[in-house]
T-cell receptor, first 114, second 114 residues
């Protein structure tokens, strides 16, 4: 399965600032997925990032708040903009190498907004 | 509307015994189901999956059972080990391509007591 390097692993940020999370995959993948896990809750898909086109956002998530870049087939970034304490969550990127391999996740970024 | 439900937030089992984690879904379009294990401060790790054309898939100590008529799946761990203590998420995906988004349940915290 794919190996994903995600950073930073954690950060504490002031409200009103922005944080960019990076994910690097060890092989080329068509789609990369960004998830959020709020405290005590399940993983929720934020958006799907395709190389060369705009990301597709799920209901409740907008590009202005969570801009995504996908400059090539091995890399993507998610920015959490104008942060508030409600944005405190774990953010995860994920890829799929084929249905039989399952989805591989990065180690996550634990964000705390104060 | 929660399409994938894990009604038990926690489960405690004695070492050596069987752990049974349950998951229900409502979307009849789901045709592929996965179980993930998550340790604190790590991303979810793929454990086992099952296609809707099967009713059972086994991998070592882990077996997943699917009951399509009941829209129910379960994960059996036999024998349970203390290292199995983690949060277990079930996830479901609908047919459509090689890389599909996942819908996750809310997770069950499994504690295996030595």
């Amino acid at each position: 399965s794919a190996v994903i390097s995600q950073k930073p692993s954690r950060d504490i940020c002031q409200r009103g600032t922005s944080l960019t999370i990076q994910c690097q995959v060890d092989s080329q993948v068509t789609m990369m997925f960004w998830y959020r896990q709020q405290p005590g809750q399940s993983l929720t898909l934020i958006a799907t990032a395709n190389q060369g086109s705009e990301a597709t956002y799920e209901s409740g998530f907008v590009i202005d708040k969570f801009p995504i870049s996908r400059p090539n087939l091995t890399f993507s970034t998610l920015t959490v903009s104008n942060m508030s304490p409600e944005d405190s969550s774990i953010y995860l990127c994920s890829v799929n190498r084929g249905r039989g391999y399952g989805y591989t996740f990065g180690s996550g970024t634990r964000l705390t907004v104060v | 509307d929660q399409q994938v439900k894990q009604n038990s937030p926690s489960l405690s089992v004695q070492e050596g015994r069987i752990s049974i984690l349950n998951c229900d879904y409502t979307n009849s379009m789901f045709d592929y189901f996965l179980w993930y294990k998550k340790y604190p401060a790590e991303g979810p790790t793929f454990l086992i999956s099952i296609s809707s054309i099967k009713d059972k898939n086994e991998d070592g100590r882990f077996t997943v059972f699917l009951n399509k008529s009941a829209k129910h799946l379960s994960l059996h761990i036999v024998p349970s080990q203390p290292g199995d203590s983690a949060v277990y998420f079930c996830a479901a995906s609908a047919l459509g391509g090689s890389a599909r988004q996942l819908t996750f349940g809310s997770g069950t915290q499994l504690t295996v007591l030595p």
